[in-house]
Nanobody, 129 residues
């Protein structure tokens, strides 16, 4: 059974940093398109960072310049470094991965939840002002 397990969430103050991790239960799960999504209270889940296996990335405007997605293939782990956090970053954060295919198709990156096959259970991030 494929598992993605997020960790690293917590409560921070505005301006502080957090680093989320997403550990895969076996190698190969994070070998295609990988991403971080977040879902604020009362809102839909949105893609905030996408990483293709060629190293290309895509960030939502709301996190560009503050968040960095990265991957350690030897550890089967995906990361999200979050700096200069804002109260509006408060959300449940999820990692996701595709089973096959490319991250970039038809002129756009994969940004929809239905395009991802594997999901973690989520980790809560709360940013206070």
């Amino acid at each position: 059974q494929v598992q993605l397990v997020e960790s690293g969430g917590g409560s921070v103050r505005a301006g502080e940093s957090l680093k989320l991790a997403c550990a895969a239960s076996r190698s190969g799960i994070l070998s295609k398109c990988v991403a971080w999504f977040r879902q604020p209270p009362g809102s839909e889940r949105e893609a905030i960072a996408v990483l293709d296996q060629d190293g290309s990335t895509n960030y939502a405007d709301s996190v560009k310049g503050r968040f960095t997605i990265s991957q350690d293939k030897a550890k089967n782990t995906l990361y999200l470094q979050m700096n200069s956090q804002k109260p509006e970053d408060t959300a449940m954060y999820y990692c996701a991965a595709t089973r096959d295919g490319e991250c970039y198709s038809g002129g756009t990156y994969l940004l929809n939840t239905y395009e991802y096959n594997y999901w973690g259970q989520g980790t809560q991030v709360t940013v206070s002002s």
